[in-house]
């Protein structure tokens, strides 16, 4: 099921851009403004919308650790910003002075791409904030791009119908000159690594791209050494009407969602590439779409000057629905987005005492009252007590998310469902990476008894991973037709 739960109205002109951080929603419009809004309640934020650009904004992303928010436009310029507080950051003037017409972080939040309306990519150092190299595409605009999760590689799209990957020397280790009759209008990369490179047991990634032929098109990206890679076509998507402009994963890979010029969303699994749902509510061209990060959320945008909020699954029956498809992240959450978090829910006294006892997402979840008062040395009750209670909100949304699963089915350190159960030598069974990382930051500790555990061996639980699979089939609400296989 998916619902519209918010339209937002602030924009004067298109919307070009959505982008989701762990606190935030921005959106990017040609009335030359970037508008900025509470995830909580879509509240926007007191010092929005941002006016740093003399022309329209194409587009606008966030950093992973949510520092940083950035935005690209007409006037030749890329703009970073602090989102918590709206102030300019740095402006990165485009050496070719062309319009802007993309960019979008790497993964570590170290480097940002700008594609140019004349087809140079420029690649920044955003600690540094100065231009580390360029390059150029052989014909068309840079209007899409994307970086690989293992932040190795980037691809760009352009009006040519061109596909370039490039390491982060600038170099091209390959150009697909047909990748879209008419033009590509975007690309992005599913942060969930997949399996079938050249070389046995190499890491691959899936990239979807869009284009003016109204396709879909999903690739596998594949490194073939130091030096290469391969590009090759998965299958294509052929169900819009019209020129396909914008698409994002979910999260964990499983869902991917595309806006047309059909007017249409179509949200679609990947894996088949059968046709989920279709949205009709916006009157114009969709020209963008995004997912939250920690929440089952969708943005889109259009040029009816819109952005809706879209919610998959109910919320008094989200575990059911979700399916695990979204993975409570909250644990995982860098340094930085706790203070995000921090400053959503009015917490910003806190921001500086977080950040200089290093508290990330693991940590804020674990904190008591003797933690804050002894540890943290926050003097005031008042704030104290507000902490605590926006922690145990923070908790039972998580919770919720899970309603309905099995909890056997449920990581003990996570509170995920499980996707690769594994057993250590405590006795218990965990999600390989949670106990992993618990291994390697918690001194061998067993999470359920808080004793040694005997060895760091771990095995695989396959017996449990069987059941977790057939009660997810057995549950499965997102019905998928037989005949629309993806191969």
Request: glycine share 6%.
């Amino acid at each position: 099921m998916v619902t519209l739960v918010q339209t937002l109205t602030d924009h004067t002109d298109d919307v070009n851009c959505c982008a989701f951080s762990s606190a935030y929603l921005a959106s990017c419009s040609l009335d030359k403004t970037i508008r900025l809004y509470l995830l909580k309640d879509f509240s926007e934020l007191p010092f929005s919308p941002l006016k740093g650009h003399s022309y329209g904004v194409h587009s606008c992303c966030f950093s992973s650790c949510g520092r940083y928010l950035a935005s690209s436009s007409t006037d030749g310029m890329t703009v970073l910003w602090n989102p918590q507080f709206g102030e300019k950051l740095a402006t990165l003037k485009q050496p070719s002075e062309s319009p802007v017409r993309v960019c979008k972080f790497s993964h570590d939040s170290n480097y940002l791409i700008s594609g140019a309306a004349d087809g140079t990519v420029a690649l920044w150092d955003v600690r540094l904030k100065k231009l580390r190299r360029t390059g150029a595409v052989e014909d068309g605009s840079v209007i899409a791009c994307d970086f690989s999760p293992g932040g190795n590689h980037f691809v760009t799209g352009s009006t040519s119908g061109e596909l370039t990957v490039w390491d982060c020397q600038m170099k091209c280790l390959l150009n697909l000159k047909t990748a879209h009759d008419l033009g590509v209008t975007c690309c992005e990369f599913s942060t969930q690594p997949i399996n079938g490179g050249i070389n046995s047991g190499s890491q691959c990634f899936l990239l979807a791209s869009c284009g003016q032929d109204n396709k879909i098109n999903l690739w596998i990206l594949s490194p073939e050494d130091a030096t290469g890679c391969e590009l090759r076509m998965r299958c294509s998507l052929n169900r819009h009407t019209a020129p396909v402009l914008s698409c994002c994963f979910s999260p964990d890979g499983q869902i991917l969602v595309s806006g047309s010029v059909d007017k249409s969303i179509m949200i679609w699994n990947p894996t088949s590439g059968a046709p989920l749902y279709i949205l009709t509510q916006h009157k114009r061209y969709v020209t963008a779409c995004a997912f939250a990060r920690n929440l089952p959320l969708i943005a889109t945008g259009s040029m009816d000057k819109t952005v809706n909020i879209w919610r998959i699954g109910s919320e008094n029956n989200s575990g059911n629905e979700l399916l695990g498809k979204f993975r409570c992240s909250v644990q995982h959450w860098s340094e930085d987005e706790v203070c995000s978090w921090l400053s959503a829910e009015e917490l910003q006294e806190l921001v500086v005492v977080f950040k200089s006892n290093n508290i990330d997402g693991q940590e804020l979840l674990n904190l008591t009252k003797e933690n804050l008062e002894n540890d943290l040395k926050v003097e005031s009750l008042g704030l104290r007590n507000k902490a605590l209670r926006k922690i145990e909100e923070l908790k039972a949304k998580l919770e919720s998310i899970c309603i309905g699963v099995p909890d056997e089915f449920l990581c003990p350190i996570s509170r995920d469902i499980m996707t690769d159960p594994v057993i250590a030598s405590d006795g218990y069974s965990y999600e390989r990476e949670a106990i992993e990382s618990w291994i390697n930051t918690k001194k061998r500790t067993s999470p359920m008894t808080n004793k040694p555990l005997e060895s760091s061996l771990i095995t695989p639980n396959r017996t449990l991973k069987m059941a977790i699979d057939r009660w997810i089939e057995a549950q499965q609400v997102l019905q998928m037709p037989a005949n629309q296989g993806c191969n």
